[in-house]
Every structure is written in C-alpha cells, then in structure tokens.
C-alpha cells in the first residue's frame, strides 16, 4: 500500500538559508509524486510534479525537488527562504496517476524567522 | 476571479443541525472533490465527480451528501451534525480524473460545531 511520510511536522529556517522538506514515499510501482502548499487561510496550490520524466523537477517560486528511487524519496529544496515561504508544504503520492488517489502526507509548517 | 470558490467560508453551528457548503469552478474541468482537513492538517478525500457522476465515495458517514447539479458545481450537504464533522472542507477540481494533473483548491470552509 501507498504511504508518505514527512519528517517534521515544523521546520524552522533563517530568512536566507536553505530549506530542505523531507518526503519519503512507499509504493509498488514508480509514483507520480506532488509537492503543494497551503498559505494561511488559503487553499493548496501545486508547487511541483514528477510524472516520470527528469528526475530533477523545478517548481514555482524556486522550489525544486529531486526524485531519488533509491532512496524512496522526494525531498522539496530551495536555496535561500524568503519571509513569504512560510506556509504548510503537503507531499503527495499517486501509483496510477489517477487524482482521486492521492496519498496525502500529514504535512509541514515551514517557518521563516528574520 | 476566482477558480474554485466555497461558501460559506466560515459555519458555526450546533450538534443535530444540517448544513451545506457550496463550490462553483469556473475552470470548465471535467472532476471535482470534497476532501476534509482536520485540526492536526490531515487532508482525506471524501467525494469525487466526474462529469455529475459520483466515482469515488470514501469512508464517509451517510450523513453526507454530496451533489451535483452540473459539471461546475459540487455541494455538500451534511445532516445531523456532530462534534467530529469540525474540520475545513475543501472542494477541488481537475481536468480529468485519470489524468495526472493539478488540483485546484477552493480557499475552504471552515465549519465548527458545539
């Protein structure tokens, strides 16, 4: 069975630094994988997607997540926070692609001190 | 505009009553869902439609009902409130059920019951 797991379920960076959110996945088959985030208030909006092609898959707002099959991971990055990063990151696990079977991770708060 | 909107985004209401929370995209996409978040941001998915026709219904309560009326609506409606069912609600769509895309979320409906 399908399941995801997020390391953390809060993670703190300086304004400048680098974020690392951690996704590990369990599945069959090869996963489509998903990184959305959830502003305040707000809904979840996609920030990437892996569907099989380049293992290195960039994002909005310069996030980027690689894909490692060895590892059974999909760990979300970027290279220096902003204050607007802060937010809730959710990793997501498909094993046939189809949308309404989702595996949804429980989650983490990115929290961006000044 | 916006894509996928709820109303109302906020509820509070007693134990036993019945409440509806509606959704409208105006994206023309094929597929809506309910999904349920809890207090701890666990996201489950409750519903979904495919073109006013439910295929997939989780392990939810009888107690909720979801309707279609058209391809770009998706309402639902719940009975017999209880203190559990305190959750946000949120509706989504995509183009296709069974084509790996992006979900659009509505900004929630945040429903308490006491």
């Given at each position: 069975?399908?399941?995801?797991?997020?390391?953390?379920?809060h993670?703190?960076v300086?304004?400048?630094?680098?974020?690392?959110?951690?996704?590990?996945?369990?599945?069959?088959?090869?996963?489509?994988?998903?990184?959305?985030?959830?502003?305040?208030?707000?809904?979840?909006?996609?920030?990437?997607?892996?569907?099989?092609?380049?293992?290195?898959?960039?994002?909005?707002?310069?996030?980027?997540?690689?894909?490692?099959?060895?590892?059974?991971?999909?760990?979300?990055?970027?290279?220096?926070?902003?204050?607007?990063?802060?937010?809730?990151?959710?990793?997501?696990?498909?094993?046939?692609?189809?949308?309404?079977?989702?595996?949804?991770?429980?989650?983490?708060?990115?929290?961006?001190?000044? | 505009?916006?894509?996928?909107?709820?109303?109302?985004?906020?509820?509070?209401?007693?134990?036993?009553?019945?409440?509806?929370?509606?959704?409208?995209?105006?994206?023309?996409?094929?597929?809506?869902?309910?999904?349920?978040?809890?207090?701890?941001k666990?996201?489950?998915?409750?519903?979904?439609?495919?073109?006013?026709?439910?295929?997939?219904?989780?392990?939810?309560?009888?107690?909720?009902?979801?309707?279609?009326?058209?391809?770009?609506?998706?309402?639902l409606?719940?009975?017999?409130?209880?203190?559990?069912?305190?959750?946000?609600?949120f509706?989504?769509?995509?183009?296709?059920?069974?084509?790996?895309?992006?979900?659009?979320?509505?900004?929630?409906?945040?429903?308490?019951?006491?």
């Amino acid at each position: 069975a399908q399941s995801v797991t997020q390391l953390g379920s809060h993670v703190s960076v300086s304004e400048g630094a680098l974020v690392l959110l951690r996704c590990n996945y369990s599945s069959s088959v090869p996963p489509y994988l998903f990184w959305y985030v959830q502003y305040p208030n707000q809904g979840l909006q996609l920030l990437l997607k892996y569907t099989s092609a380049a293992t290195l898959v960039k994002g909005i707002n310069g996030f980027e997540a690689e894909f490692k099959k060895s590892e059974t991971s999909f760990h979300l990055t970027k290279p220096s926070a902003h204050m607007s990063d802060a937010a809730e990151y959710f990793c997501a696990v498909s094993e046939n692609g189809s949308n309404y079977q989702l595996i949804w991770g429980a989650g983490t708060k990115l929290i961006i001190k000044p | 505009d916006t894509a996928v909107s709820q109303t109302p985004k906020y509820l509070v209401t007693q134990m036993g009553n019945d409440k509806s929370i509606k959704c409208e995209q105006n994206l023309g996409h094929d597929t809506m869902y309910w999904y349920k978040q809890d207090s701890k941001k666990f996201l489950k998915i409750m519903f979904s439609y495919n073109n006013k026709e439910l295929i997939i219904n989780e392990t939810v309560p009888n107690r909720f009902s979801p309707k279609s009326p058209d391809k770009a609506h998706l309402n639902l409606h719940i009975n017999s409130l209880e203190l559990g069912d305190s959750a946000v609600y949120f509706c989504a769509s995509s183009q296709d059920v069974s084509e790996t895309g992006e979900l659009f979320f509505g900004e929630g409906s945040r429903l308490t019951v006491l």
